[in-house]
């Protein structure tokens, strides 16, 4: 640790970025490690802070969506990313879609103009043992510091690639298709049961052998798929009655409504306390996006199901956040270090951004002396927090940002677009009382 700077940021991707830029512009005097170009992942292509690895989309804009109201509480919680992101911005109608190579620019001027920023290029291997820090070094970090972080935490905290299954809103499943029942019969009746008849699974099962999958990332593709987690899709074209003596088998799953065993059952398992989120268990897949809502929706209880998140298996670097890092993402080893971005399990650019932005504002908070806290959680980013800490350790996976996080509202509204309006009119007034609080 250098002795001449407050804190050292190690990562310069959209959490480092974030969390370097907010801490300056609070007088702190900071040094950001960025390994570009001395040493680049397979996924990198720039030299610049803030690279977009994939999409140079940052989702939408509109406040009835979810990443809309995600931008407009990062705004206000100090963002200095998605000013400079909307700076950038290219027509794509309701969504904020950057160019990437001036995003990154504008973002690496910002720094590098910052009189409390040093900007060094090296590669870190290993954590700091002393000093305040905020490591985000994403999804892609490298082997040396892996090693270093595992050590620091112990073996079975960390994962390097991510087996998704899609998660939907229990208030978008038809309640009348559904019964409650345990796994296989066995415990209590934690899980939904969502029954299928010979046609449909039949048909179900053909349409995934038929759909097509992502392609994998050059950097992905001497990763090896685990035979306890494969794509649902290889395991339909193992053969046509593969899954219903696997992810489908409905032993000990009688169905109330007929007294009988159904063909094949669909299980689904709640993600977060409330139980409005809810994950399709053994389903994680490399499907597009299109297809798994097309092919889900072909169960009866998902006709109108509510895609939150959807299935995903890439390689992924991140921590088992309950097991590992506190509330407010310091590590439960060692006080001052704390971490952001993927690597705490949010899934997305603009949820990297935001947790760049708490680490800062926790690290802020400590360094000052005063209370750390978090927002409310009928906010979006009070309501992530709340979900990746909540998970069960050993078994936590990413999540990006959804109107599902949010707890209800008092009164049950139909109307789709106006629920998701009165929720994001509910969470910045939750936000703007809370900020005063503070």
Not at 278 to 301: H, S, Y
Request: aromatic share 8%; with cysteine.
């Amino acid at each position: 640790m250098d002795k001449c700077f407050d804190v050292v940021v190690i990562g310069g991707g959209l959490a480092g970025s974030e969390a370097a830029l907010f801490l300056a512009d609070h007088g702190l005097k900071v040094k950001l490690l960025e390994q570009k170009p001395v040493a680049k992942s397979p996924a990198h292509r720039l030299d610049g802070l803030a690279e977009l690895v994939c999409s140079n989309s940052l989702k939408s804009i509109l406040m009835d969506s979810a990443s809309g109201l995600y931008k407009a509480e990062l705004k206000r919680l100090g963002s200095r990313l998605i000013p400079l992101a909307e700076s950038s911005a290219l027509p794509a109608g309701g969504a904020l879609a950057v160019d990437p190579l001036e995003f990154s620019q504008k973002v690496t001027d910002a720094a590098l103009a910052h009189s409390n920023i040093e900007l060094e290029r090296l590669e870190s291997t290993e954590l700091p043992r002393d000093g305040l820090v905020i490591v985000a070094t994403g999804p892609l970090t490298g082997d040396a510091l892996s090693e270093s972080i595992e050590e620091h935490f112990g073996s079975g905290r960390l994962s390097f690639y991510d087996a998704i299954a899609p998660t939907v809103t229990r208030e978008s499943l038809d309640e009348s298709r559904l019964y409650q029942a345990s796994r296989y019969g066995k415990g209590e009746a934690d899980y939904l049961n969502a029954p299928m008849d010979k046609d449909c699974y039949d048909a179900f099962v053909s349409a995934l052998t038929e759909a097509d999958a992502y392609p994998s990332h050059d950097f992905e593709k001497d990763v090896p798929y685990f035979e306890s987690c494969l794509p649902v899709e290889v395991i339909a074209a193992r053969g046509p009655e593969t899954l219903r003596h696997g992810t489908l088998r409905p032993v000990g799953l009688d169905d109330p409504a007929t007294g009988r065993r159904p063909w094949a059952v669909l299980q689904m398992r709640a993600e977060n306390r409330e139980g409005t989120l809810w994950g399709l268990v053994g389903c994680q897949t490399k499907l597009r996006v299109g297809d798994q809502q097309r092919i889900f929706e072909m169960v009866p209880a998902l006709a109108k199901a509510e895609f939150v998140r959807y299935g995903a298996m890439h390689r992924n670097f991140f921590l088992d956040y309950p097991s590992t890092l506190s509330r407010f993402q310091e590590s439960r080893k060692r006080e001052g270090l704390f971490f952001a971005g993927q690597m705490t399990g949010v899934e997305g650019y603009v949820e990297s951004m935001g947790s760049g932005l708490l680490a800062a504002r926790h690290l802020l908070d400590k360094i000052s002396g005063r209370e750390p806290s978090i927002p409310p959680e009928t906010t979006l980013t009070g309501a992530i927090t709340r979900f990746l800490e909540g998970q069960t350790p050993g078994k936590s996976q990413p999540m990006n940002v959804n109107f599902g996080l949010l707890p209800p509202l008092d009164e049950r509204v139909r109307d789709k677009k106006k629920r998701k309006a009165m929720l994001a009119e509910r969470s910045l007034a939750a936000l703007d009382a809370w900020l005063s609080e503070i």
